[in-house]
């Protein structure tokens, strides 16, 4: 049984705000709270390339990404570069500790970068700036 179109809408507006609130905080806690020069000092210590170009690109595509999912804004492009920085993470340093995040694995990372991933590929929604900018029509219901 498929949902109806709005119904699928609210989902997705959902899925946007709760993935881009968790993507704000990790970019807010990379610049404010840690800072900008902690973090590439953390990114050099893990062994990531560039780790201060790569602490500002993960700071800024984090914040500035996860606002543009809440918005619904860009989707597309903001969905795919945070997948990019949730795969450089995932290769970069969680991997080789298993899944679980109590243990620094990669289960976190996975599931934000495949949720942003989707999203892009799936769309905004109804519910977004994205719909209001271009003036898309609204998803039509395909049988199943």
Same mark, same amino acid.
């Given at each position: 049984m498929k949902l109806p179109p709005i119904a699928q809408d609210v989902v997705l507006? *959902? +899925?946007r705000v709760g993935?881009?609130?968790v993507f704000v905080a990790h970019g807010w806690q990379k610049f404010r709270t840690n800072g900008l020069d902690a973090?590439?000092?953390g990114f050099q210590g893990m062994g990531i390339p560039s780790?201060?170009?790569s602490a500002y690109f993960a700071?800024?595509?984090e914040t500035i990404g996860g606002a543009a999912l809440i918005l619904g804004v860009l989707t597309?492009?903001?969905g795919v570069l *945070? +997948?990019?920085n949730m795969a450089g993470?995932?290769?970069?340093?969680h991997l080789p500790n298993g899944i679980f995040a109590s243990d620094g694995g990669w289960e976190l990372v996975a599931a934000l970068g495949l949720a942003a991933l989707t999203i892009a590929a799936v769309g905004p929604g109804r519910f977004s700036l994205d719909r209001l900018i271009i003036r898309t029509p609204a998803r039509e219901s395909v049988p199943a």
């Open positions: 507006l *959902l +899925a993935v881009g609130i973090t590439a000092q780790p201060t170009l700071t800024g595509v597309p492009i903001a *945070l +997948a990019i993470a995932f290769l970069f340093v």
